[in-house]
């Protein structure tokens, strides 16, 4: 058998390739940044083929790094930011328009008019989703409200919707398949959460022609094999695929019900297995599909930020206060406290469990003596504050207190960052060795469907800890910080 496995991230700002062996031990891995374009206040979009670009490129440089030639790639996994809407010629494999990105709100209308007219509580009961923008469904509709020629090319074949991950398989076997996982399908308001299949009902809610949908299929079997694809050869399988969340709930080992985590990217996403049971949240969390494995399905509950690295890169690139991203630390621990100093970081609105696509960046307490390092730490503790609330809400949903956090994501390297969520949340989080877990979930994923990995336990085993966090600070601090924070969401909210 061949010696490792490959797995794509496809990421909101890049995208990385990561060589995994049977010890999970990444042997190489390699990111490539590309252009993201925001045509008007509250858009934004991808080049579906800067993406392609991107992906061919970090595949050729993470083989070259590895030192490994295409034959030993035993399986390829994919994993991608999930939302992310494309559109493209089923023949040619050519984008027909920009993909809108997950965080574009600009179907804020169309989410209100739906409000408006009843139709949430269908939503909500059949997809375990909210109406927002966030989602691919409304997406879907706006190009077609926008380009009325589309349902007549779609009725001829000539269309094809995806996440992005559909869009890369579509690339990779080139335009054999199309298909996608039910992970992803489940982000699209699409898909019934019972029957795992497309919905009629909703599909004509949103005047989504059937046409244009992938098949839906589960996280780890063969979906294609590689065909004419730069840098690798024919004919290796592509066989593991999950959004990015539910591909790093699965590479951070929480296969039971009860184990959880967070990814720290540019939002921050809190994941809860749930097991096989759709628990649905009393506070405006997320169900979703966790993953399916065989005839086995398993749910979570999820809770997301929009912003969270994106604050840290807001601060780098807009503001000029560091260098580089990693600079926050340094200059947030010059400071003992923000005092006083909040950042309720709604750059793009504020996700669950308040869905206020209206709200905007919030920074509450500046005085005359605030400087740069307690905006600095405000921003950290910004991040660390949002998944306080969603935690919050998970535990009231799931009627369980969580005693365990595996975190994960590029900013979960902070150190200062996760000593604060551990304040926060009161609870032990724990970083493994491997943090590019999305990634090594896809590689697991499509290791399990060839036999690389005998079954979940030997994943399990393998799986390596780097550091562990525990609270520290007192119940009176804690409380003031939480309420100085809560003051600053009324705020932001009452602004909206």
């Known amino acids: 058998m061949a010696d490792v496995i490959l797995a794509i991230d496809q990421g909101t700002t890049g995208t990385t390739a990561l060589l995994v062996d049977r010890k999970l031990n990444v042997i190489a891995k390699t990111n490539q940044e590309f252009k ?109 409200d926008q380009h009325h020629d589309l349902y007549q090319k779609a009725k001829e074949g000539a269309v094809f919707f995806g996440t992005i991950d559909s869009f890369l398989v579509s690339k990779l076997t080139r335009q054999k398949a199309h298909v996608t996982d039910v992970s992803n399908a489940s982000r699209t308001l699409l898909m019934n959460l019972k029957t795992l299949d497309w919905d009629s009902e909703l599909l004509d809610l949103l005047s989504i022609p059937k046409e244009i949908l992938p ?153 005359r003596g605030t400087t740069r390092a307690h905006i600095a730490r405000a921003t950290l503790e910004g991040i660390a504050f949002q998944n306080y609330d969603l935690l919050e809400a998970m535990q009231k949903d799931s009627g369980k207190k969580l005693s365990l956090l595996k975190v994960d994501g590029g900013a979960c390297q902070n150190n200062l960052l996760m000593q604060i969520q551990s304040d926060l949340l009161q609870t032990t989080v724990i970083r493994p060795k491997v943090i590019e877990t999305t990634a090594l979930g896809a590689a697991c994923l499509a290791g399990l469907a060839i036999g690389f990995w005998k079954n979940l336990s030997e994943i399990k085993k393998a799986w390596q800890l780097e550091k562990k966090f525990e609270p520290r600070m007192n119940s009176k601090s804690r409380q003031h910080h939480i309420d100085q924070w809560h003051r600053a969401i009324r705020q932001c909210l009452a602004g909206c």
């Open 36 to 144: 993201q374009y925001y045509p008007k206040p509250g858009w934004v979009e991808h080049d579906l083929d800067d993406i392609w670009k991107s992906t061919i490129s970090v595949i050729k440089t993470v083989l070259n790094k590895g030192r490994i030639k295409g034959h030993q790639i035993a399986a390829i996994g994919i994993t991608n930011q999930r939302e992310t809407t494309c559109l493209w010629n089923p023949k040619t494999g050519q984008p027909l328009f920009r993909a809108i990105v997950w965080q574009c709100r600009r179907t804020q209308d169309i989410c209100q008019q739906l409000k408006k007219a009843k139709k949430e509580s269908i939503f909500r009961k059949k997809t375990g989703l909210l109406l927002d923008p966030y989602f691919s469904g409304t997406k879907i509709k706006w190009f077609f």
């Open 215 to 367: 098949s839906i299929r589960s996280c780890s079997e063969i979906y294609g094999k590689t065909k004419n694809v730069e840098g690798l050869p024919d004919d290796i399988p592509i066989c593991g695929m999950a959004g990015d969340q539910q591909a790093a709930l699965f590479g951070q080992g929480c296969f039971d019900a009860g184990e959880a985590k967070c990814t720290y990217g540019t939002g921050s996403f809190l994941l809860l297995n749930t097991g096989s049971k759709i628990i649905y949240s009393r506070h405006r969390l997320l169900s979703t599909v966790a993953w399916k494995l065989k005839d086995a399905v398993t749910y979570a509950l999820e809770g997301s930020a929009f912003i969270a690295g994106a604050a840290v890169q807001w601060l780098r690139d807009g503001l000029h206060f560091i260098p580089s991203a990693a600079d926050i630390e340094a200059l947030a621990q010059s400071v003992k406290d923000s005092e006083g100093v909040v950042f309720v970081p709604a750059l793009t609105g504020l996700g669950a469990p308040y869905w206020n696509s209206h709200a905007r960046g919030t920074i509450t307490g500046i005085t």
